[in-house]
């Protein structure tokens, strides 16, 4: 399984992700810089990593959507590649259109971080096959601004369409219908703001985020 996390200036959770998906896969990931204009060939998944591109100037993740790499970025989920994002890369991926809605800042100004409790809402894709319909799973956020937003008809349509994820199981930062974490219509793009990536080892304080990336293994190696 040959995979690729971005690094953009300010991201600080690149080397969690890339520890987890070796820990997972047994190959160390690729990383790629954001003015990296074309991807490596033959990548089996695109992580974009938590954190604060750009220093979260002008809105989180604006700045690194219109990075030379997106664009490749785009084109390689165009043609279905698989392309997570965590977090800062959550909102990089809503930036660029790969995603619908906006994550606002929380509801109350506060950044959260804590341990929080998630229901798995659709497992009829790659990088939730793993979990069970309706589990609830503990994983962590940290973020400010990760309220999730959307006018009513795309809410509805996500809904409709099974792309809501993952859903807080109590009110976190204020997220339209506590969506946690949307898919686009194809399946093969997740955006979340809960970070798997911290929870993969029992010497995390848990291992609930394991699954996501064991589930991809499954499907992609």
């Known amino acids: 399984m040959k995979t690729a996390v971005v690094v953009f200036p300010g991201s600080n959770c690149d080397r969690d992700l890339a520890v987890a998906l070796e820990l997972v896969t047994g190959q160390k990931p690729a990383m790629l810089w954001h003015d990296d204009p074309e991807l490596p060939d033959g990548l089996d998944l695109i992580a974009l990593p938590g954190g604060f591109s750009h220093g979260d100037y002008l809105r989180s993740g604006a700045i690194a959507a219109r990075s030379p790499i997106m664009r490749a970025v785009i084109r390689a989920a165009d043609k279905g590649t698989p392309v997570l994002g965590i977090c800062n890369g959550f909102q990089v991926l809503t930036e660029s259109g790969l995603l619908p809605g906006a994550l606002m800042r929380n509801a109350g100004l506060d950044f959260v971080c804590r341990d929080v409790r998630l229901e798995v809402v659709t497992t ?98």
């Not at 601004?145 to 409709?160: I, M, P, S």
């Not at 093969?188 to 291992?207: D, F, I, K, Q, S």
């Open 124 to 221: 009829d894709t790659p990088f939730t096959r793993a979990y069970t319909p309706g589990e609830t799973i503990t994983v962590p956020v940290a973020h400010h601004d990760g309220n999730f937003q959307a006018d009513a008809e795309t809410l509805d349509r996500l809904e409709q369409q099974g792309q809501v994820a993952f859903r807080y199981a109590e009110d976190v930062n204020g997220s339209a219908r506590n969506i946690a974490g949307i898919l686009n219509a194809k399946g093969n793009v997740l955006g979340l703001m809960p970070h798997p990536e911290r929870v993969v080892e029992p010497a995390h304080g848990g291992t609930d985020g394991r699954r996501l990336f064991e589930g991809l293994l499954s499907v992609l190696a």
